[in-house]
């Protein structure tokens, strides 16, 4: 408990530290970018480009999002709710991919699937592009936000316990119908949660993307290649609005997160 | 768990049987996770660690050895080291006003706190550049400057020990600070001997999370350094660079350095959280 003078200083290093990094550069760049109005900003973001790089981002985003939920909860199910050989190991790796650089994951994807490997080769022959297409995206976004959703879930499923479920087997249920009307309903938040924090990933992901994608304009482009792209060609307005956009988006996933965070005690 | 079955036909009437997906079940959900994350997650990296070592341990040794690699390395790991301590100080420091302190706009400084989290980090680059660039409107120009990339990697570790400390802070019994201080005990004294043992865990983890960020972080530096190799070109932004120059080795070869350290990081945080376990 510092006296007033040192909590007055303690909060005001706070402060200024937060202002400083984050508040003060965030709010000139939507100053900056609202300078002319929401007009210049509409007409950049509808631009074909834009519109395009948009739709990118939003279906690798939506395709990554479901793997990750099926594999996160699936996953949370085998490691909360059985023992096998090797389990210590799968729980261990599968928070491997938060700490890999996106670059790193960007490479690795092109070292198994590039034109150079012989089964990116194989595969190319067959007519399957992964590397500078779709495919190639979605697999590095789905590497980079693969356990969000599993390490949401598996903790809560640990808390409520088993018992509940086998009362639902002793009355005979499936095993869909207890994971439907009693596993999942115990959940529900933690999987909201999860799958926020999957979308908040996918929609703002760069690196891995970029490695594999090769940006190109108006194909593999996504919004955050947009972003960067733009800025190198000094088209700053364009680079500001989508920014500005992207930043929007994020700032409503944490809303829906502080939503959802109070519930999940309750 | 044991699971008890019974055969319906034994009795006069059906025994419920008390099923846990085991045995067949089990195996097929072992064997599909297993397959699913070594195509997703395993096998990429380990084309990563093959491409590297393909050519032995001389090709390996030399390529993260050249000068440009060898100097992207080295910052990496200062401004790594730089990074954690500031979040080690700075972080403590905010969640302790967050949690002890009381003034206006504290609910919104809380909420702030997850933005670079949410933000992509080619956004948070660009952000940093509006306030610290070449266009600064407070004269502070950080871009392809080193304390810009420094910057940069603050702003994308900021919520790591904030996060970790704060809960610990809360959850902090208040009656033995006091019972020091009825004792008579200097209010450094207090936070130094009673408060910090008590984070202290809680600080490590935060700590060596923004550490394994700082090192792998790619976007948020990318606009602000300008890839200035010797200067402000970090590991992951070589390796980026190595890799659009088709030299897959020596991209393999760094980022084999970053998945060890990557990896290291990872044992200590389970390490730590065993070790903490076992103290409770």
């Known amino acids: 408990m510092p006296s007033r003078g040192g909590r007055g200083a303690l909060r005001a290093v706070a402060v200024g530290y937060l202002l400083a990094l984050l508040a003060l550069p965030l709010g000139l760049i939507c100053w900056r970018t609202f300078a002319n109005g929401a007009g210049p900003v509409w007409h950049a973001l509808t631009s074909a480009s834009a519109r395009h790089a948009l739709e990118v981002t939003g279906s690798v985003a939506v395709v990554a999002v479901v793997a990750n939920t099926l594999s996160g909860v699936g996953l949370a199910v085998l490691l909360v709710r059985h023992r096998f050989p090797g389990r ?13 650089s996106p670059v790193v994951v960007g490479l690795a994807l092109i070292l198994v699937y590039g034109r150079t490997t012989g089964f990116g080769a194989w595969l190319a022959e067959h007519g399957v592009k992964v590397i500078f297409a779709l495919p190639g995206m979605v697999l590095a976004t789905v590497f980079v936000s693969l356990p969000l959703v599993l390490r949401e879930v598996a903790p809560v499923l640990e808390e409520v316990g088993i018992e509940q479920e086998q009362a639902a087997w002793t009355l005979g249920a499936s095993a869909a119908q207890a994971f439907r009307r009693v596993t999942l309903p115990a959940i529900r938040w933690a999987l909201a949660y999860g799958v926020v924090l999957t979308l908040a990933r996918a ?24 972003v960067e792209e733009r800025y190198q060609n000094f088209d700053q307005p364009a680079a500001y609005a989508m920014a500005v956009a992207l930043a929007a988006v994020a700032v409503g996933i944490l ?11 309750s | 768990m044991t699971a008890t079955t019974a055969d319906p036909a034994a009795g006069p009437r059906p025994t419920p049987r008390l099923r846990r997906p085991g045995g067949a079940g089990l195996g097929l959900g072992v064997g599909l996770a297993t397959s699913y994350l070594s195509v997703v997650v395993l096998l990429p990296l380990a084309a990563i660690v093959a491409r590297a070592s393909g050519h032995g341990w001389g090709r390996f040794w030399s390529a993260v050895t050249t000068p440009e690699a060898a100097a992207a390395l080295r910052l990496t790991l200062v401004l790594g080291l730089l990074v954690a301590a500031v979040n080690a100080v700075v972080g403590t420091l905010i969640a302790w006003v967050l949690v002890r302190d009381e003034f206006p706009g504290k609910r919104v400084m809380d909420a702030i706190i997850d933005l670079p989290f949410a933000l992509p980090t080619i956004v948070a680059g660009l952000v940093l ?10 004269h502070l120009n950080l871009a392809y400057a080193r304390t810009g990339v420094m910057a ?21 019994d208040r009656e033995m600070e ?52 010797f200067k402000t070109e970090v590991a992951s932004v070589q390796i980026f660079s190595q890799i ?11 980022s084999t350095v ?20 076992r103290r409770a």
């Open chain 1, 203 to 226: 929609l703002g992901e760069y690196g891995a993307v970029a490695v594999v994608s090769g940006r190109l304009v108006g194909k593999t482009q996504t919004a955050t290649l947009f």
């Open chain 2, 258 to 277: 970053l998945l060890l350290a990557a990896l290291a990081v990872l044992l200590a945080l389970q390490a730590m959280q065993r070790l903490g376990v």
């Open chain 2, 152 to 172: 940069a990697l603050l702003f994308v570790t900021l919520p790591f020990v904030v996060r970790a400390v704060q809960p610990v802070l809360i959850e902090l």
């Open chain 1, 88 to 100: 210590r190991l799968l729980d261990a790796l599968v928070d491997l991919p938060l700490a890999v």
């Open chain 2, 244 to 254: 659009e120059s088709d030299n897959t080795l020596a991209a393999a070869a760094v």
């Open chain 2, 129 to 138: 550049l509006a306030l610290y660039g070449t266009t600064s409107p407070v």
């Open chain 1, 255 to 265: 809303l829906v997160i502080n939503l959802l965070r109070p519930r999940e005690g």
């Open chain 2, 178 to 229: 006091e019972a020091a201080a009825s004792l008579g005990a200097e209010r450094f004294t207090i936070f130094r001997r009673i408060v910090l043992p008590n984070l202290l865990p809680a600080i490590a983890a935060g700590t060596a999370l923004a550490f394994a960020r700082a090192i792998s972080e790619f976007g948020a530096t990318v606009l602000i350094s300008g890839n200035l190799p």
